[in-house]
């Protein structure tokens, strides 16, 4: 249980690690992104431009956002040749630094998204769903830390915000990557902002520190309901979390336990049947909000 957050020092910090700006193609200038997710009461924010040539490969500079109080993290959404459906990569990359060279027209994405590795990023394989990203593709993403598992924009564009099917899939053939919520808001026709977001498990709220915990898989993701605790005990996963219709743990192929019921603030469940393969805890309110977990390794 190495990798989960609830016995770790420090607080949850709440962020949004996807969103767009004038600066692409958002809908509000970047000053204007931060202080509306600072007004939601977000803790830190990463503004992730499309790093293409139209728009100058922008890596927008939001140190000046920074106060005691809130932070961001430089970022951008990275592009490149090409997936087996024809379409171009999007890959996010949150802790870049500013002068992250721009790529030649022919890096791939899975070549550019190692550079940002490299470079110091979070890097995460965004929105799978909505492109319809194979597995082939996502096999090729060496680098990856994570899997985009919901995307708010997706999700009320056109109903392609869950990615988790391929993110278990990718789990079960061995791949060790955290899973994230996150808004990939662009502030424009509809409302994209604000639906799905990580809880970062940090001892300061600062831009290194909250980096080094989505590397090292300390957060959970929300909808809304809020992950207290979740700890082996006795051969028993105990979750603790706010009021919940229903908690899951899912594992390999269609393994599965769960409890129902009103108004649950916790459940014991089984954890023998999952060794072997990673699983994983899904809590769903009555509303139908779900908070997420991120693959637990029993290992
Ligand atoms: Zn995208
Ligand atoms: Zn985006």
């Known amino acids: 249980?190495?990798?989960?957050?609830?016995?770790?020092?420090?607080?949850?910090?709440k962020g949004n690690l996807h969103t767009h700006s004038t600066r692409s193609d958002g809908g509000l200038s970047p000053g204007?992104?931060?202080?509306?997710?600072?007004?939601?009461?977000?803790?830190?924010?990463?503004?992730?431009?499309?790093?293409?040539?139209?728009?100058?490969?922008?890596?927008?500079?939001?140190?000046?956002?920074?106060?005691?109080?809130?932070?961001?993290?430089?970022?951008?959404?990275?592009?490149?040749p090409t997936l087996e459906n024809g379409d171009p990569w999007h890959i996010l990359a949150v802790g870049l630094p500013l002068d992250f060279p721009p790529p030649a027209p022919d890096e791939t994405g899975p070549a550019i998204a190692s550079r940002a590795a490299a470079a110091g990023a979070f890097?995460?394989?965004?929105?799978?769903?909505?492109?319809?990203?194979?597995?082939?593709?996502?096999?090729?993403?060496?680098?990856?830390?994570?899997?985009?598992?919901?995307n708010t924009g997706c999700d009320r564009e056109i109903d392609r915000g869950d990615s988790w099917h391929l993110t278990d899939v990718l789990l079960g053939r061995g791949k060790r990557l955290f899973a994230y919520a996150t808004d990939d808001a662009h502030f424009g026709e509809r409302p994209d902002a604000f639906g799905g977001w990580v809880q970062v498990r940090a001892e300061r709220l600062d831009p290194g520190d909250i980096l080094a915990a989505l590397k090292a898989g300390h957060f959970y993701s929300s909808q809304g309901p809020e992950l207290r605790d979740i700890r082996a005990t006795g051969g028993e996963l105990h979750?603790?979390?706010?009021?919940?219709?229903?908690?899951?743990?899912?594992?390999?192929?269609?393994?599965?336990?769960?409890?129902?019921?009103?108004?649950?603030?916790?459940?014991?469940?089984?954890?023998?049947?999952?060794?072997?393969?990673?699983?994983?805890?899904?809590?769903?309110?009555?509303?139908?909000?779900?908070?997420?977990?991120?693959?637990?390794?029993?290992?």
């Open 1 to 13: 249980m190495q990798n989960l957050p609830f016995d770790k020092p420090g607080r949850f910090f």
């Open 123 to 150: 890097v995460g394989i965004a929105h799978p769903a909505w492109y319809s990203l194979s597995l082939d593709d996502a096999l090729t993403l060496a680098d990856a830390h994570a899997v985009e598992i919901y």
């Open 32 to 80: 204007e992104v931060v202080a509306a997710y600072r007004a939601r009461g977000y803790d830190f924010l990463s503004l992730t431009d499309h790093f293409l040539e139209k728009y100058d490969f922008p890596i927008v500079d939001t140190t000046a956002y920074r106060e005691d109080q809130f932070t961001t993290i430089l970022g951008a959404e990275l592009h490149g």
């Open 239 to 299: 979750v603790a979390c706010s009021p919940a219709a229903a908690i899951h743990l899912t594992g390999r192929g269609s393994l599965r336990r769960s409890q129902h019921g009103d108004a649950l603030e916790g459940a014991i469940l089984p954890l023998a049947p999952f060794r072997g393969g990673p699983c994983r805890v899904t809590v769903i309110d009555s509303a139908g909000k779900r908070a997420w977990s991120n693959p637990i390794w029993l290992d």
